[in-house]
């Protein structure tokens, strides 16, 4: 309905779900799959919140306005799992989630994906937004996924 995915897109969420990757994400990022979602430490994160995590469906829809409902549902149980795996590994004092849609509401990869981030009292994120996002090394992303799956029930492959 309201699509804006290019002609022959190649969906780099739909590779990590599929079970491969692309340069900016890894299966060792993942922190958590089972039949129907996948979520993933970023590939991009801010300096005061580092660990952000990023949830998909395994099957590709682009947008809110696509996805159907059930997978609503399965999303969010995923986050609050995630949410209170970050509050026990991070010991962060909040958590904010966060989904974009379309060009004008921020969304820059075509596959409905929901962030989940660790607050800090002061951490300035929504200040640092726009500005302060950077690539965070594998290494890195690897570290932050293995502290949330000690806090996760072990995933199932796709």
């Known amino acids: 309905m309201y699509n804006h995915a290019p002609d022959g897109y190649d969906c780099p969420f739909c590779a990590l779900a599929g079970g491969t990757g692309d340069a900016l994400s890894t299966q060792a990022d993942i922190v958590f799959r089972d039949a129907t979602v996948t979520a993933f430490v970023a590939s991009h994160q ?11 469906p395994n099957k590709h829809f682009e947008n809110i306005y696509d996805l159907p409902m059930h997978l609503g549902a399965d999303i969010q149980r995923i986050a609050a799992m ?77």
């Not at 801010?46 to 998909?56: C, T």
């Not at 989940?116 to 890195?140: C, K």
């Open 46 to 56: 801010w300096p005061n919140n580092a660990g952000a995590v990023i949830i998909i």
């Open 82 to 158: 995630v949410a209170l795996a970050m509050k026990a590994a991070y010991r962060c004092d909040g958590i904010s989630t966060r989904q974009h849609n379309e060009p004008a509401g921020n969304q820059d990869v075509w596959h409905y994906h929901l962030h989940v981030t660790p607050r800090y009292t002061g951490d300035t994120f929504y200040s640092l937004y726009l500005t302060q996002r950077r690539l965070m090394p594998a290494e890195e992303r690897v570290d932050y996924a293995r502290r949330l799956r000690a806090y996760l029930p072990p995933f199932a492959s796709a």
